[in-house]
């Protein structure tokens, strides 16, 4: 786990509602050298891995720039109604409200070796649906990780309880 300049990660409060403390991670991917330091860290954790999933929209980020520096299939799992083909969904609940995500079922073999990757854990209800959906699609979540996290939400051991079986990561100290 590594630390960043403050700068790096912008602290927006009451976004996108009052009460939220937005972590905004533009400024690091604005950032060259960082940007491609942070994947580089994702990277090394996916070797036990065959593919790497992103939970849409800031998770593609990171999980395709990983999925082509470790040659490995990108698996993308998007907000309801975006994928084309036979999917299976999974609804959620959001520090800021509820949400659904999918995932495409006709691609990729049974038991393939997934890691998930997300920017930010927070209350890990994304997370457990993204870990339920690739299992629902038989795939092999082995690893979830995330940019940073936010511990005082208790994403981390809400997670953990639910898929004991899935190693969480995160890149960035708090
Ligand atoms: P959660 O399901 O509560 O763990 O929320 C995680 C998802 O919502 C991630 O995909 C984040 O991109 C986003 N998110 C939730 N809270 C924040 C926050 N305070 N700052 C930035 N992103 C957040």
Do not use: W
């Not at 491609?36 to 849409?56: M, R, T």
């Not at 929209?57 to 990171?62: E, K, P």
């Not at 800021?96 to 079922?105: A, Q, V």
């Amino acid at each position: 786990m590594s630390t960043l300049g403050n700068d790096l990660i912008r602290i927006i409060a009451d976004f996108p509602k009052p009460g939220i403390v937005f972590k905004d991670i533009t400024p690091l991917l604005a950032n060259a050298d960082e940007f491609k330091k942070v994947c580089n860290q994702f990277a090394q954790i996916a070797d036990q891995s065959e593919y790497i999933a992103g939970i849409e929209a800031r998770g593609f980020i990171f999980a395709s720039a990983v999925a082509a520096l470790t040659n490995k299939g990108f698996i993308p799992i998007r907000k309801s109604g975006k994928l084309p083909g036979k999917v299976i969904s999974k609804m959620y609940d959001l520090e800021y409200g509820k949400s659904s995500l999918e995932i495409h079922i006709d691609l990729i073999p049974a038991g393939g070796r997934v890691l998930l990757i997300d920017d930010v854990l927070a209350t890990g209800g994304t997370a457990i649906a993204a870990i339920d959906l690739l299992k629902m699609a038989e795939l092999n979540p082995v690893c979830i990780a995330f940019l940073l996290e936010i511990p005082a939400l208790g994403g981390r051991s809400r997670i953990a309880k639910a898929h004991p079986d899935v190693k969480i990561a995160t890149i960035l100290a708090e």
